[in-house]
């Protein structure tokens, strides 16, 4: 069906598409790396801290979508900055909630 919206008018569209998989986290976990590259530090089998470079999909309240990761991510959510990769951590785990 055609509508037509004048001048002043707003309008909301949902568009609907193939599913991606995606992670949501919270935007403060993201950092950048040395050459500027958007990601996560993430902590591998090792206990050592890993750079993982994402795709930003969608900025909410909640958090932001990301892709990029693999299915099952560990993602340094406090103290990402004071890390580098390659170093061993002691991480402490959480459940985000939803």
Given at each position: ?98
């Amino acid at each position: 069906e055609l509508v037509t919206l004048r001048d002043g008018e707003t309008a909301e569209i949902a568009i609907a598409s193939a599913g991606r998989r995606a992670h949501l986290v919270p935007q403060s976990a993201l950092t950048l790396n040395d050459e500027g590259t958007l990601g996560l530090r993430l902590v591998d089998e090792e206990n050592r801290v890993r750079f993982a470079q994402v795709t930003l999909m969608r900025d909410t309240p909640a958090g932001v979508w990301l892709t990029g990761l693999p299915e099952r991510a560990d993602i340094i959510v406090i103290g990402q900055a004071y890390v580098r990769a390659g170093v061993r951590v002691k991480p402490s785990y959480r459940e985000l909630g939803q």
